[in-house]
């Protein structure tokens, strides 16, 4: 999953991105805990999914780390880099443990699950390294640590969802909200370290996530985002005999039936498994935004089939025909992946391409890193040299450029309906919001009486990098 968030997906294109919770405040709690988290969208989702089990173990979120009593690090494998950022914060934080010795520090999360005890015996200040299915066992966990036992528990699970944990929503603007349908994967890309990770992929209960839905746009949120590595798969059944299906497209329904003015959106497609039920039922409600990230990570078959994506690049053009057939004004991001194992530059071509013809309205973008274990790691070489890499990555940040560009200037002109979600960054004579395909869009308050979470009607008359500028129409 991608930048999630601001962009989601999130996700991924945030690495290194950290935040931290907002205070408690007035409840007074015992202890103070600090989170950080890197990595994808569900991570962020987790962090809040943490925030609430500690919460109700009498742990309050501070901002401030040198306050805490418990600092938690919730961390992304994905790639190399990913993990070198967070040995990097780990090592800053050694001086915390020099002022304040009784304080925990927690490695949540892939990298928790990736290298298990190891981490506590390299980085010689982790006190607790807890995987993504073991955040229920934290409080006895930070027990077993504050005795002074190393505390580790990196157990996968078949069943656990967290459904009926009700998440803390960690800096939140109070409009959008993660809400998290599905743990795990069952696809083994080839590159990819999540199915080790993150473990097999499972469902959650789809009452419980109807009614996260609904709790939040009874607090005021207008756009849930419905989570998981490959939502398309999502599958729930009902009843001791398992009666009662819900597939991706009936949720997505019952989710859009919370209310015409709570937008949802969803995150990530495969290509092999979007179906055609999804796009109509899209379609059919104007609240289920018409935007999909639908990763393609390279537009050769012939490195499709090395990573294991199981559809041609042939395959793949269709599905986009498809979207557009069934949507005409739904946009698309991909992720890609620059220099995989024996890209020729023929096959490169073939990713510029594949960009070119599905007209991408944003990419995220990353040269191939081999991750240990994966099936990448084990049957083929990481054999195109780093300045190749790099080289093809370039070009096709500059293809995604001019196709963002070009996407923009289609707009100009045109009417949106946006969602604001506060003031722009630059001025707070400024609102910004979304459109339904994603964009962000930043026009003028004066002389509207609008209030975040409103939506305005929306004309574009000009565009900047990535954002849409405009005026309110009456
Ligand atoms: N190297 C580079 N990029 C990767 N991704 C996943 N694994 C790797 C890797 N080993 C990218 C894919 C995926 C996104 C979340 O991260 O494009 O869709
Ligand atoms: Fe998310 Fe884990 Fe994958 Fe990173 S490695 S993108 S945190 S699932």
Redesign the pocket.
């Known amino acids: 999953?991608?930048d999630l968030i601001t962009h989601t997906?999130q996700?991924?294109s945030r690495q290194g991105e950290a935040y931290a919770p907002f205070v408690n405040d007035p409840v007074s709690y015992g202890k103070k805990f600090y989170i950080e988290s890197y990595g994808?969208a569900m991570n962020f989702s987790d962090s809040e999914i943490v925030a609430s089990i500690l919460q109700e173990n009498g742990f309050g979120a501070t901002r401030n780390y040198a306050e805490a009593d418990l600092i938690l690090i919730n961390t992304c494998s994905?790639?190399e880099k990913a993990e070198q950022t967070v040995r990097k914060r780990l090592n800053d934080l050694r001086t915390i443990k020099e002022d304040k010795p009784g304080a925990l520090i927690g490695v949540l999360g892939c990298m928790a699950e990736r290298l298990k005890s190891k981490l506590l015996e390299e980085e010689k200040l982790v006190d607790l390294v807890v995987g993504p299915d073991a955040y229920r066992t934290l409080p006895g966990l930070i027990e077993e640590a504050n005795d002074g036992q190393k505390a580790v528990n990196v157990l996968l699970s078949r069943e656990e969802t967290y459904a009926d944990i009700s998440p803390v929503r960690l800096n939140s603007n109070g409009i959008n909200a993660f809400v998290s349908i599905m743990r795990g994967c069952n696809n083994m890309?080839s590159?990819?370290?999540?199915p080790f990770t993150r473990g097999r992929e499972r469902s959650r209960d789809a009452d419980s996530i109807v009614k996260e839905c609904q709790d939040l746009f009874n607090q005021g949120f207008r756009e849930v985002t419905l989570l998981g590595q490959n939502v398309d798969s999502y599958y729930w059944n009902t009843g001791v005999n398992g009666e009662i299906v819900v597939t991706f497209a009936q949720l997505l329904e019952r989710v859009a039936q919370v209310s015409p003015l709570l937008r949802v959106r969803f995150s990530?497609s495969h290509p092999k498994d979007i179906t055609d039920d999804v796009l109509h039922t899209m379609a059919r409600y104007e609240n289920i935004c018409k935007y999909i990230h639908l990763?393609v990570?390279s537009g050769s078959t012939r490195i499709l089939q090395l990573m294991n994506r199981t559809y041609t690049r042939e395959w793949y053009l269709a599905k986009v025909d498809r979207i557009k057939a069934i949507m005409p004004d739904c946009s698309l991001s991909s992720?890609?992946?620059a220099g995989?194992c024996t890209e020729t530059e023929e096959d490169h071509q073939d990713t510029l391409s594949i960009m070119e013809y599905s007209g991408y309205d944003y990419s995220?973008m990353?040269?191939?890193?081999?991750?240990p274990g994966?099936l990448?790691a084990r049957r083929y070489q990481d054999d195109i040299p780093e300045d190749v890499k790099k080289r093809r990555l370039d070009e096709i940040i500059n293809m995604q450029r001019k196709l963002s560009h070009e996407s923009n200037l289609k707009d100009l002109g045109k009417t949106f309906k946006v969602l604001i979600e506060g003031d722009s960054k630059k001025s707070d004579a400024d609102w910004m919001g979304r459109t339904s395909q994603y964009k962000v869009v930043v026009f003028p308050k004066a002389g509207h009486a609008l209030n975040k979470g409103d939506y305005a009607m929306v004309t574009i008359d000009d565009c900047t990098g990535g954002t849409l500028l405009g005026k309110i129409v009456q």
Request: aromatic share 20%; hydrophobic share 40%.
């Open positions: 999953m991608p997906k996700d991924e994808c994905i790639r890309c590159f990819c370290v999540v990530t990763p990570q992720d890609i992946i995989f995220y990353f040269f191939y890193s081999e991750r994966t990448a």
